[in-house]
C-alpha cells in the first residue's frame, strides 16, 4: 500500500515532497514543527474527505521495554572474555549502543546516533545478558550457556530524540535493513534483537504499521529472524495485578484489564514476540507466571503473539530491587531489571544456539520452527484454558536450553523438514510408527507436530494480508477403507480439535488457519486405532482472487514421536522405520539434505 507522511512546519515557504532517504536534508538539523491545532484539524478534514486516501494514523513513538532500579549495595560485574578458539553464537542488538566494557565480545559495530544523543544503559543491559547471563542469574533462568558475539547495532538515540532522527517508521527501515545486511556480511549473524515497541496513540485501530511491515520485509529478503519484545503495559494503574494461585481471582483480574495488548513491532507476522515471566525464588510471587506488566495477546488477524515468553523478572513496586533478574549497565553496574525486552534477548541466544549447531545452514523457518517445537507451557498454566489465557500470555511456551532439544533422548525420535510448497502440489510424507509402541495395530504414544512457513503478505488487504494458508495434519490409515483419516488434535484448541463443519472463526482461533506457525498433536497413554501407517498431509489455500507464488512458499516442519513412559527405544525403531522405506536422513548438526533427524542421545 502506497504511503505518504505529512508534517506541519512553521515554515511556509516550505512545501516538499522527497523520499525518506532525503528526510534529513529536507529538513535541515531542526525543524521547527507546527502546534497549531487548527492547521491539523483542517488537515485530517482534508484528508477524509480525499477518495484516494484509505487510512489516516498518527505517529507513533518508539519506546524501550524496560525499567530498573541501582541498587549502590550490588559490585561491579566482571564481564568474561572469549576463551581462544572458543565458538559462539552471534546475534545483532538493534537499540543505542554499548558500554565499553562488553567491546570483547563486540565483532561489529555501526554508530548513527550521536554520542551526545545516546543512551547506552539498554543496550548494555540486553548485551550483557547476552554475553553472561547465566553467571548473573544461573541456569535456570538463563538456560544458555554464557558467551556470545554481538553485532551493535546503535540505532536508536534518547527517548526524546527520535524523530530527530527518524522522520518516519520507513525511515528506520530503510536503515535497519542496512544495518542487517551489513552485519549480516560481516559476523553472519541471522538473529537480531529488537526490544523497544511503539507507543501508538490511544483511540485508534490496531494495524499493520510500516514498523511491522518493514520487519517482515527484511527478514523474507535476507532470511534473518527478529526477536523483538512484546512490550510492557504503560502505566502502573493499567497493569494487571500479580498472578496468584487463586484461579477466579487471577481471571477476574485478566477481565478486568485494559491497554495491555501487544503493540507494534511485536505483531510482525514473521517476527518472534516474547513475553516476559516471573523467575523463581521471588517472594510473594508465582514462578512462571505470566508477568503483570506484559502485554498478551492476540496479535493482529488473531495471530498467536507472544509467540513465547522467557524469564523478564518481577514488578513489585513494594520491592523494585528485587526483580529475580540481574543485569548490568554502564561500566559495569550490576542492577535488578523487570521488563519484555529483558525476555527477547534470552530467546534471540536460543535461537542463534540452533543456528550456531547446526553450522548456519538452514533457513529461518526451520529455526523458528525449532524454537516453537520445544517451547513449554510453564506448569502453573496447565489448568487454564489454552486456546485463550495460555496462548494469549505465553504463546506456544517458554524455549528451552537448544543443546537439550539437540540432544534429545534414546526414547524420543525428531523429524525435520524444510522445503518449498510449489502450485498445485499436495505433500505427504509416509512413516511407520515406532514398532515398540505399536500392540495389535494400537498406537500409544505422543507425537507433535510443528509447522512454520514464510507466506506472501500484503498490507492493502488488511485483515486478510496472509495471502496463502498452509496447513499440515497427521493422518492415521484406516484398514477397513483403505483411506488416512485425520489423527491429531489442535494444540491451542480447548476440545481437542476443529470439525469439518466449523466456522473460519473457530478454525483461526483454535486450528490457527492464517496464521504462519501451527501446532497440532497426537496423545495416548493406553494406545488406540488399528494401523501402523501413518503420513503427513500437507496442503495450502489460496485467498480469493490469488495466485500461488511461482517460486513456491517456503516451509519447515519438525515431528516428534515419544514414550510417554521414557522407556523404548524409539530413536532406534524410527531409524529402522524410515530405511525400511528408503528414506534417506541425515544429522541436524551436518550439512546435508531437507530431512534430519536428531536425537537418541542423553547428556549434554
Known sequence: MSRMYIWLLDAPSMRRIVSPKDLQAAFGEAPSFSLDSRAHRELLSLLESHPAVRRISLPADLKPGAS?????TLPLHKFSTPLKGAKYPVVGVIDGGMDPSLKPWIVHASNYVAPHHADI???SEIGALLVDGQLLNGRDVCPEPDGCWLADLALLPQD???SMYHRSELHLVDLIEQEVVDAKAATGARVFCFSHNLDEPPGGTPIYTDLSHGLDWIARKHDVLFVVSAGNAPHVSSKRR???ANKISVLTNLASSQSDRVTAPADSVLSIAVGAINPPNVAGTVAGAPARYSR?????????????AHFGGVCDSSSPAMSGLLSATIGGQQKFVHGTSYSAPLVAKALARYDQVTLNTLPREALTALLIHGAQVPQCLATYDRSSIVRDMVGFGVPVNAQDLINGSPHSSTLLFYDDMMPSKDLFFAFDWPRSLVTDGKCRGKATLTLVYTPPISDAFETEMVRINLEAVLQRRNPKTGTYDKDCEDTFSSDGGTSAGAMEKELIEDGLKWGVVKQTQFYSKRGKGSSSDWRIWVKYL???GESFPLEGVPFAMLLTISDIQQQEPIYQDMRIGLSARDVLTG???QPGGRLRTFGGRSGR
Open 68 to 72: 530498573a532500579a541501582t541498587p549502590a
Open 121 to 123: 544503559s539498554h543496550g
Open 160 to 162: 526524546h530524540m527520535f
Open 242 to 244: 500479580e498472578w496468584t
Open 296 to 308: 498478551r495477546g492476540p496479535g493482529l488477524m488473531k495471530l498467536v503473539k507472544p509467540d513465547v
Open 542 to 544: 489460496e485467498r480469493s
Open 587 to 589: 544429522d541436524i548438526r
